[in-house]
C-alpha cells in the first residue's frame, strides 16, 4: 500500500514497486493500487477512513478470486493503512490467513495504530535512523508496542534513497524467515 496521497503518493513509489517485487519473484500474488484521488483513480482523499475500505475492496476481490492467505505490505502511510486492514480483514473474513504484515516507515504519528487491532498477525517494521519524515524514535516505539521485528537501518531517509537494494533483501529474507517464500 502506498504512501499518503496528498504527498503525491501512488503505487508507482519505488519502496511499494520494490516490495511487490519481492513478492513477485517469490511467486507470491502481489497487487499494488492508487488509493482515491491518487494517480489515474477516481475520487478524493478521505482521511484515511476511504482508503481503508479501497484497501478492503481489494482484498475482498483477491480473496473473492480465491486467494485464501494474504500477506500485506505499505510503506508511510499505506503501512498504517495496512496495519488498520487487519481487523477489518479478520472479521470480514474469519478463515482467510494473514500470514504477515510488512510496514516500511509507517506513518505512527499522523496515524496511530492501535496494538491491539494487529491480533496473531506476525508483523515485521523497517525503517531508517535518518528518517525524516517519520520520527524514527515513534517508529522505534511503535515497533516495540507491537512485539514487531525490528530492522533498522542508519541510512537512506524516509525514502530508502540509494538503499532500495538493500530494502528488497530484507523483505526477501524477513518473509524466507517466516516461511512466506
Known sequence: LHPHPLHGGTMGNKVVTTIARVARDGGLPAVAFNFRGAGRSAGVWDHGQGELLDALAVASRMIDQGVQTLCLAGFSFGGSIAAHLIPQLKTAYPTVELLDLVQV????E????DAGSLHDVPRAVIFNADDEVVSPEAIATYAHSVGATVFRSESGGHFFHGELTRLKSTVASHY?????L
Open 110 to 113: 499522523n496515524f496511530p495504530i
Open 176 to 180: 524466507e524467515s517466516r516461511g512466506v
Open 105 to 108: 516507515a509507517p506513518a505512527v
